[in-house]
């Protein structure tokens, strides 16, 4: 079974195929981040004409190192929800494109649902288990059932845990995405040089605002008084507080629903201080922590594709994950309302 993927839900414009659920044939990314480095975050109009730009040349590329024609494509899995309505729509409505004219079925996939099956591509992941997906637009726990359904147990009531991540380094002016400065300058930092006080929310919610408003107010105070400090110190005590309250919450709702996996998902994947805390801490209850390689973890369209291929695989029939030529981009929806 060959699955052209298609992501283009956010800055990343990227093209894949997939070969029977397991086999990346080829994974093309055209990322767009030098491009608004320049604003200090994603610009949807930019992003979407670049996106427009691309994409055709993407799918050339995924396609020749493929070595496939569309004549080979069983299926088209096309990122429709969540993300820039701008973006997504190009996504959409290119894929649309291509069905229309090779007469290939369309699969709408959530994105979420593709970081979360990123895990799938590169580990044999036992069901139940527990999701953290942590992303610049999301940040829920979620519950994954035998049957591949899911139901969110918490999620952020107000800035997703890479978004904060984001507007922390550009107070500091470190750079963008910051998650990956803020990673890295965690180990020359002291962790505990501010103290920022945990928000107080439901047992699987989380709210990052307060944290990122601490330290904002803690460099502004610091600016006013025009007194010094370490960057590093405070990348390690806000990297630090968000990681603990990431690994205590997931770890709750492994043992509240009794499994014994959980897997990582979405961007905020990569850091590296999550990876190796939230194992060690489940390693002592028993419980396995799987995530994808680095280059799995960001946007890409292969994680769309394998989510496509296990809709494909769960369904009583297959036409019952289709979408004809009325399918539209959403900008926001829950991951357990995905439609198809
Ligand atoms: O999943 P993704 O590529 O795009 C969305 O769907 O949002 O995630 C991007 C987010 C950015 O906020 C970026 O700062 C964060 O992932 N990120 C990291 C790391 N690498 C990327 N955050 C913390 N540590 C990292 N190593
Ligand atoms: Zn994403």
């Known amino acids: 079974m060959i699955i052209l993927g298609i992501e283009s839900s956010c800055d990343e414009t990227s093209i894949a195929v997939l070969k029977d659920g397991k086999e990346i044939l080829s994974n093309k990314i055209s990322s767009q981040i030098a491009i608004h480095k320049e604003y200090g975050g994603v ?3 930019i992003a979407s004409r670049q996106h427009i730009k691309n994409i055709a040349a993407i799918l050339d590329e995924a396609l020749a190192e493929a070595q496939i ?4 494509v069983d299926y088209i899995a096309v990122t429709y929800a969540p993300g820039l309505i701008g973006a997504l729509l190009v996504g959409v409505s290119f894929a649309k494109g291509l069905s229309y004219a090779h007469n290939i079925p369309i699969i709408p996939v959530h994105h979420i649902k593709g970081h979360i099956y990123a895990n799938f591509l590169e580990h044999d992941i036992k069901l139940p288990c527990i ?16 049957d591949h359904k899911f139901v969110n147990l918490g999620g952020t009531l107000d800035d997703a845990v890479g978004e904060s991540c984001d507007k922390v380094a550009r107070v500091l002016g470190i750079g963008y995405p910051g998650g990956p400065v803020i990673d890295r300058m965690y180990y020359e930092g002291d962790r505990d040089f501010l103290q920022i006080p945990e928000p107080k929310v439901g047992e699987y919610d989380f709210s990052f605002s307060g944290i990122k408003t601490a330290v904002i107010n803690f460099v502004n105070k610091m600016k006013m008084k025009g007194e010094d400090f370490k960057q590093e110190d405070l990348a390690a005590s806000f990297l630090g507080k968000v990681v603990d309250i990431l690994c205590k919450k ?3 709702a492994a043992k509240d629903k009794n499994v014994k996996t959980i897997i990582l998902a979405g961007g905020v994947a990569a850091n590296s201080l999550l990876r190796s805390q939230l194992t060690e801490e489940a390693k002592k209850l028993g419980i396995g922590v799987y995530y994808p390689s680095m280059k799995l973890c960001t946007d890409n369209a292969a994680m769309i594709a394998e989510a496509a291929y296990y809709k494909i695989k769960c369904a009583k029939n297959p036409e019952d994950c289709f979408a004809g030529l009325e399918l539209n981009g959403i900008a ?9």
């Open 43 to 45: 610009v949807p109009e």
């Open 131 to 146: 999701a953290l997906v942590v992303s610049g637009g999301h940040t829920n726990i979620v519950f994954m059932g035998e």
């Open 69 to 72: 024609t569309l004549d080979d």
């Open 332 to 340: 926001s929806l829950e991951v357990t309302k995905d439609m198809y």
């Open 250 to 252: 997931t770890l709750k």
